[in-house]
Nanobody, 124 residues
Framework: QVQLVESGGGLVQAGGSLSVSCAASGLTFSNYAMGWFRQGAGKAREFVAAINRNGASTYYSDSVKGRFTISRDNAKNMVVLQMNSLKPEDTAVYYC?????????????????WGQGTQVTVSS
C-alpha cells in the first residue's frame, strides 16, 4: 500500500530553520507531483508548496515564498521542505501529499495520498 511518512518536525525559535522530509513507498514516485500542506490549531488545512514530477517546477503559497524551499529526489523517493526564517504563525502540523495530476493545480481536493503529519512549532 502507499505510504507517505514525514519526519523532521520539532520545536524551533522564531528566525530559525527546520527541514521536514517525506519518504514515499508503494507508488511510482516520479509519476506524482508532491507537496506540503499545513494545518494550524483551529484553522483550515492550507497549501504550502508543491513540486512537479521531475523537480523542474515549484510552487509556493504567498505566506512562505522566499522562506521555504521544496525539493525532491526521485532516486530516493523523497521530498523535502526546507523552512528558513520561521515565524510563530508557521506553527502547524505539516502534511506530505501526492497528486497524480499537475503540480500547478495542487490542492486538497485533488490529492491522492496523504501522510500522517508532523508537528512544527515555532516559539516567539
Amino acid at each position: 500500500q502507499v505510504q507517505l511518512v514525514e519526519s523532521g518536525g520539532g520545536l524551533v525559535q522564531a528566525g530559525g530553520s527546520l527541514s521536514v522530509s517525506c519518504a514515499a513507498s508503494g507508488l511510482t514516485f516520479s509519476n506524482y507531483a508532491m507537496g506540503w500542506f499545513r494545518q494550524g490549531a483551529g484553522k483550515a488545512r492550507e497549501f504550502v508548496a508543491a513540486i512537479n514530477r521531475n523537480g523542474a517546477s515549484t510552487y509556493y503559497s504567498d505566506s512562505v515564498k522566499g522562506r521555504f524551499t521544496i525539493s525532491r529526489d526521485n532516486a530516493k523517493n523523497m521530498v523535502v521542505l526546507q523552512m528558513n526564517s520561521l515565524k510563530p504563525e508557521d506553527t502547524a502540523v505539516y502534511y506530505c501529499a501526492a497528486d497524480g495530476g499537475l503540480a500547478v493545480n495542487f490542492r486538497s481536493a485533488s490529492i491522492d495520498y496523504w501522510g500522517q503529519g508532523t508537528q512544527v512549532t515555532v516559539s516567539s
